[in-house]
C-alpha cells in the first residue's frame, strides 16, 4: 500500500510532506510524490501526521492483567531471590486488554518481563503489540535479563533472606561468580551437571545479553554500576530517579539510561527525587535514554504523555519523540527494525490527527509490520 500526502515524522532527519510505500511488511518507499504501483492500495493521509510506531523499552505489559488479581499476575515469582532460570515469555498473555490499549494508541513494539521483587528475576522479552499468539509477535525473545538493586528486593526477603543491600550486591556477585567458573568447566571439555540459572546467566557475562538494572537510588545506581564495570557487562540503568544527581558517574559509565516513570506518586523514599526534570538532564549530559511507564505502573498508552510532561519541564518536542521511538530502540538493539521511518524497517507507523505529544491528539491508524490494525 502506499500512504500518500502525510506530514511525516522519520525521526531520523527532518519532518516532510510526503508519501510512505509498505511492501512485504516493511516500509519500501520514502520520499515525496511516489507513483502508485499497479494494483497498490492507496491510503490518502492529507492533513494528517504519520511518525513510527513507539517503542517502550521497559514494562511489564501482559504480564499483569487487567480486571483480575492473583491469577492474572505473573510479573514476580516470588520464591527466591535469584531466578534468572524464569522467562517473561512464559508468563506474557497478549490478549489482554492492556495489550489493546497500547496498540490502539500506537505503542507497536514493548519489552516485558519480571518485575523487581528478585535479585535477579528472569528474562524479558521484546514483542509486537498485535495477535493472538506471544511467539508470533516475538522481537527477540530473551532481550534483557532482569536485576534489581534497593527497596524492592529487600522488602520482599527481610524475613528470609535478605536484610541489607549489601547482601543484594553479594548474591549477584556470587551467582556471577558461580556462572563464570561453570562456563569455564565447560568450555575447558569438563563434565559439570547441568545447572538451569548458569546456563541462563551464561549469556549475561558474555555480553550477549544485557543486565537490566532497577535503581532508584542514587547508591543502588552505582551499585550497578560497580557490578557492571567489575565483570565487564552490558547493562541499562532502568528507573533512575536519582540520576540527575550524579549524573557525571552516569555519564562516565557509558551506560543507557531508561528514566521513569515520574507520572505516579511518592509512593517510597527511593522517589523522592522523582521529577520529569531528569530527561532534560539525561540529554544535555550526552546520555542514551528513552521515557517508560513501567506499565501497570502507568498505563501503557500514556506512554506520549509522560513524553510530553517532559517537554513541559524543558525537554524540547523532538528528543521526547525520539525516547519514546527510536532511543528505545537503540537501547533494546533493534534499532535496525523499529524506532524511525526509513526503507527496510518494519512498516510500523501511526497516522494520527496532531503531535504525538497533544492529548487530544486522535489514532487514526495504526499499522503493525505492515498490516494496518485500527
Do not use: W
Not at 510506531?53 to 535469584?82: F, K, Q, T, W, Y
Not at 522523582?274 to 539525561?282: D, H, N
Amino acid at each position: 500500500m502506499l500512504l500518500k500526502n502525510g506530514h511525516v515524522f522519520p525521526v531520523e532527519g527532518e519532518d516532510f510532506f510526503g508519501d510512505i510505500r509498505i511492501s512485504k511488511n516493511v516500509i519500501a518507499g520514502v520520499g515525496k510524490d511516489l507513483d502508485a504501483l499497479p494494483k497498490e492500495e492507496i491510503i490518502d493521509c492529507t492533513g494528517l501526521n504519520i511518525y513510527p510506531g513507539m517503542v517502550e523499552a521497559h514494562c511489564h505489559l501482559g504480564m499483569e492483567e487487567s480486571s483480575i488479581r492473583m491469577e492474572g499476575n505473573d510479573v514476580n515469582e516470588m520464591s527466591d531471590p535469584l531466578t534468572p532460570q524464569v522467562r517473561g515469555i512464559d508468563g506474557c498473555y497478549i490478549l489482554d486488554e492492556s495489550v489493546k490499549n497500547a496498540r490502539e494508541a500506537g505503542i507497536t513494539c514493548v519489552a516485558a518481563g519480571p518485575g523487581s521483587a528478585n535479585v535477579v528475576g528472569g528474562t524479558f522479552v521484546c514483542y509486537k503489540t498485535n495477535g493472538k499468539c506471544i511467539d508470533d509477535a516475538i522481537v527477540q525473545e530473551n532481550i534483557a535479563m532482569k536485576a534489581a538493586f534497593g527497596e524492592n528486593p529487600k522488602r520482599v526477603y527481610q524475613d528470609s533472606k535478605i536484610k541489607t543491600r549489601m547482601n543484594i550486591a553479594a548474591l549477584l556477585r556470587n551467582l556471577l561468580f558461580k556462572t563464570k567458573e561453570y562456563m569455564e568447566k565447560k568450555e575447558s571439555g569438563k563434565d559439570v551437571p547441568f545447572n538451569m540459572q548458569y546456563e541462563a546467566m551464561i549469556p549475561v557475562l558474555k555480553k550477549e545479553m544485557p543486565l537490566k538494572c532497577h535503581a532508584h537510588r542514587s547508591d543502588d545506581i552505582l551499585t550497578a554500576i560497580r557490578i557492571g564495570k567489575e565483570f565487564d557487562l552490558d547493562l541499562t540503568l532502568d528507573h533512575v530517579t536519582d540520576g540527575a544527581i550524579i549524573v557525571d558517574k552516569i555519564k562516565e559509565s557509558g551506560y543507557p539510561c531508561i528514566v521513569g516513570p515520574a507520572f505516579t506518586h511518592k509512593s517510597k523514599y527511593e522517589l523522592k527525587a522523582k521529577s520529569f526534570k531528569t530527561p532534560k538532564v539525561m540529554k544535555e549530559h550526552g546520555i542514551l535514554f528513552s521515557i517508560t511507564t513501567d506499565s501497570p505502573v502507568v498505563p501503557q498508552e500514556y506512554l506520549p504523555i509522560c513524553a510530553a510532561l517532559s517537554v513541559k519541564e524543558g525537554l524540547s518536542g523532538k528528543d521526547a519523540i525520539e525516547a519514546i521511538t527510536l532511543s528505545p530502540a537503540k537501547i533494546l538493539k533493534i534499532s535496525d527494525r523499529v524506532g524511525s521511518i526509513k526503507v527496510g524497517k518494519d512498516a510500523d507507523l501511526i497516522v494520527c490527527t496532531s503531535s504525538l505529544l497533544d492529548p487530544q491528539n486522535e489514532i487514526k491508524n495504526v499499522f503493525i509490520d505492515g498490516k494496518q490494525i485500527n
